[in-house]
T-cell receptor
Framework: NAGVTQTPKFRVLKTGQSMTLLCAQDMNHEYMYWYRQDPGMGLRLIHYSVGEGTTAKGEVPDGYNVSRLKKQNFLLGLESAAPSQTSVYFC??????????????FGPGTRLTVL | AQSVAQPEDQVNVAEGNPLTVKCTYSVSGNPYLFWYVQYPNRGLQFLLKYITGDNLVKGSYGFEAEFNKSQTSFHLKKPSALVSDSALYFCASDFGNEKLTFGTGTRLTIIP
C-alpha cells in the first residue's frame, strides 16, 4: 500500500516548456487535490476533483490544467511554464465518503524550477 | 471571507519547555480544524483535528490543541518540547466544502 505517490520528485524546465505531474493513489479515495507551496504563503489549492471524470478550479488555477480519467490518477499539466510557477507541488486525497470527517492524505511533493 | 491565520512565522522554544503554536480562524458557523506538520523535504503529516465535542483534542507525538470558539482560536500545544519537534507547522480549516484552507505556516525551532 503505497498511499499517495507523485512523479517526478524534481524537475527543471525552461520558460515555455510543458510538462505533466502525476499523482497516483491506491486507497480508492474519491477526492484528489493539487496544491502549490510557496514560502510565506502556505499551501494554495490549484485544482481538485471529487471523482473520476470530474475536475474543478481552486484558488490559483491559472496556467494549469488537470485531468482525472482514472480514479486512481490525477494529472496536473503546465502547457507553457513560467518562472512564477516555480514551486513545490503537493497532491492530496480524501476518502470523500458522505458524512466523513476524515483528513487529507498528502504525497511527498514535486519540486519544480522554471528558468 | 473565510480564512486561517498563523500570526507567528517563527517560534523558538528551549528543549523541555512547553510550546504553543498559534492559529486563529475567521468564519461563521463551525469549521473543522486541523494541524499538520512538515519535516524538511517531506509532505504534510496529519497531527490532529477538531470536529465537534471536547474542546481539547489530543493528537500524534504528544501534541494537543484547544478549540476556543469565543476567541476563534485553535492553538497547538505540547507540555515538553523535543528537538525532533523542530519543523514547519500548518493550521488548516475545512469550512464545510471538503477543501482545506491553510495558514501560512509557523516554523518551530527547538533549541537544545
Amino acid at each position: 500500500n503505497a498511499g499517495v505517490t507523485q512523479t517526478p520528485k524534481f524537475r527543471v524546465l525552461k520558460t515555455g516548456q510543458s510538462m505533466t505531474l502525476l499523482c497516483a493513489q491506491d486507497m480508492n479515495h474519491e477526492y484528489m487535490y493539487w496544491y502549490r507551496q510557496d514560502p510565506g504563503m502556505g499551501l494554495r489549492l490549484i485544482h481538485y476533483s471529487v471523482g473520476e471524470g470530474t475536475t474543478a478550479k481552486g484558488e490559483v488555477p491559472d496556467g494549469y490544467n488537470v485531468s482525472r480519467l482514472k480514479k486512481q490518477n490525477f494529472l496536473l499539466g503546465l502547457e507553457s511554464a513560467a518562472p512564477s510557477q516555480t514551486s513545490v507541488y503537493f497532491c492530496a486525497t480524501l476518502p470523500g465518503l458522505a458524512g466523513s470527517t476524515d483528513t487529507q492524505y498528502f504525497g511527498p511533493g514535486t519540486r519544480l524550477t522554471v528558468l | 471571507a473565510q480564512s486561517v491565520a498563523q500570526p507567528e512565522d517563527q517560534v523558538n522554544v528551549a528543549e523541555g519547555n512547553p510550546l504553543t503554536v498559534k492559529c486563529t480562524y475567521s468564519v461563521s458557523g463551525n469549521p473543522y480544524l486541523f494541524w499538520y506538520v512538515q519535516y524538511p523535504n517531506r509532505g504534510l503529516q496529519f497531527l490532529l483535528k477538531y470536529i465537534t465535542g471536547d474542546n481539547l483534542v489530543k493528537g500524534s507525538y504528544g501534541f494537543e490543541a484547544e478549540f476556543n470558539k469565543s476567541q476563534t482560536s485553535f492553538h497547538l500545544k505540547k507540555p515538553s518540547a523535543l528537538v525532533s519537534d523542530s519543523a514547519l507547522y500548518f493550521c488548516a480549516s475545512d469550512f464545510g466544502n471538503e477543501k482545506l484552507t491553510f495558514g501560512t505556516g509557523t516554523r518551530l525551532t527547538i533549541i537544545p
